[in-house]
């Protein structure tokens, strides 16, 4: 080997190092177990939480399952979902698809306070929606897995954002497809993370236009099937209470592929999901997942992952309270 190529070589792995340093001071580093030195209590402590939450409503765990996706989506698993309005800053809690919508933030403010009197300053919110989420799927009867910790909260919020990126009820799968695919979540994922909707129930509002007027035709949409419609026309009738609420699946608080036999079936709830067996692009996810809960299962552990990796490369802290970023000495100073 001549000189200059080893040269050439150092030089490259350096450029190389150089980089890696310059990413890893972009994003945090997530691993299992990130909390069994500081905390090891941590995981024990919020599947407690969820567990208790759910003697009192059984939806609660849906609910907190849902402030993931909405989390992870905008900006990344920085628990920005959770920071309330400000006079300076519009939160995502009054966004389109959060607003009389997303609930159960108290079940996230209990969790906080437990970690807090075990070890103060130490667990990020971002990481209790993400071991909350997975705790509200076991104790549904869903799979089981281990997640990934050491995220970081953020110091922002943006309702715009939120606004700009979080799907409408409307939405159909191909829009959805493209959707998760700028996050880098495949179609399976698609699929088989909408399956998070064998639990929990949605608004009147989210599917009055189905009822009456798909796509401004005046009619119900045709994919609806006639007892499922029959059904949905009593409970959510014209004029009625919008925020009257409906089952998503026939096993609302059992996590299983029966979301799945119901969208084979017309009776899926949301236009996203009855699209998602109507068009052919993910219409065969659909039937598999529909047939093999194994598989469902397996996809859908994968799915939280990817979704649960998403980092937004922002500077971040552990905040003390979920919904307020911490006081810092400048604020102080500004506010005396
Ligand atoms: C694929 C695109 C998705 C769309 C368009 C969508 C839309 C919706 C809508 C409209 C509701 C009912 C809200 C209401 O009427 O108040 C809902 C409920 C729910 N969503 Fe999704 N969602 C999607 C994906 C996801 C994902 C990826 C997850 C979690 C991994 C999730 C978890 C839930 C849960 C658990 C509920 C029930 C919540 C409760 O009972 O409080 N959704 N979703
Ligand atoms: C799906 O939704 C998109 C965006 O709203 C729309 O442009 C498209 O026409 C819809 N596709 C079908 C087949 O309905
Ligand atoms: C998706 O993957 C590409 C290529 O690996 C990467 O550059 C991009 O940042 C990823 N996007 C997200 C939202 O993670
Ligand atoms: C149905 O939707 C169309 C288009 O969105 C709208 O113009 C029309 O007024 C609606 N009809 C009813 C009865 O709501
Ligand atoms: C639903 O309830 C919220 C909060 O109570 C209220 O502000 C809103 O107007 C209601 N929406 C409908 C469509 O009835």
């Known amino acids: 080997m001549s000189l200059k190529f080893l040269l050439l070589l150092f030089f490259f792995l350096l450029l190389n190092f150089a980089m890696i340093r310059n990413a890893a001071a972009m994003t945090t580093l997530l691993i299992p177990g990130f909390y069994s030195e500081t905390c090891p209590d941590a995981e024990f402590i919020v599947r407690d939480v969820i567990k208790k939450s759910m003697t009192r409503e059984a939806r ?19 628990a920005s979902v959770l920071l309330d309005d400000t006079p300076n800053m519009l939160g995502e809690k009054l966004g ?13 403010d209990e969790a906080k306070e437990a970690l807090e009197r075990a ?7 971002a990481d209790i929606v993400i071991m909350a989420a997975r705790d509200a799927v076991v104790l549904s009867g869903g799979p089981n897995w281990d997640v990934k910790l050491g995220r970081l909260d953020s110091l922002t919020a ?4 939120s606004d700009d990126i979080m799907p409408s009820p409307r939405a159909n799968a191909s829009y959805l497809i493209d959707l998760f695919n700028r996050f880098n979540l495949s179609v399976k994922d698609l699929v088989a993370l909408s399956g998070s909707h064998s639990i929990g129930k949605g608004r009147c509002f989210s599917v009055m236009f189905r009822l009456y007027n798909q796509s401004g035709t005046g009619r119900p949409d045709p994919a609806i099937e006639p007892k499922y419609r029959e059904k949905l026309d009593k409970l959510c009738p014209l004029g009625g209470d919008e925020n009257a609420t409906v089952d998503l699946d026939a096993t609302p608080e059992l996590f299983d592929n029966q979301y799945f036999k119901d969208l084979v079936n017309g009776r899926g709830f949301l236009n996203s999901d009855e699209t998602l067996y109507t068009f052919p692009q993910t219409r065969g996810y659909v039937k598999l997942f529909s047939a093999n809960q194994n598989e469902f299962f397996k996809a859908f552990v994968q799915g939280m992952i990817k979704m649960g990796d998403l980092q937004s490369g922002r500077p971040g802290e552990i905040r003390k309270n979920c919904r307020v970023v911490n006081r810092r000495p400048v604020d102080i100073l500004l506010e005396s």
């Open 60 to 78: 609660n765990a849906a609910s907190v399952m849902r402030l993931q996706f909405h989390d992870c989506f905008v900006n990344g698993c920085d």
């Open 96 to 108: 389109l698809s959060n607003i009389n919508s997303l609930r159960s933030f108290e079940v996230l």
């Open 119 to 125: 070890c103060p300053g130490v667990v990020s919110c």
């Open 158 to 161: 943006s309702q715009k954002d």
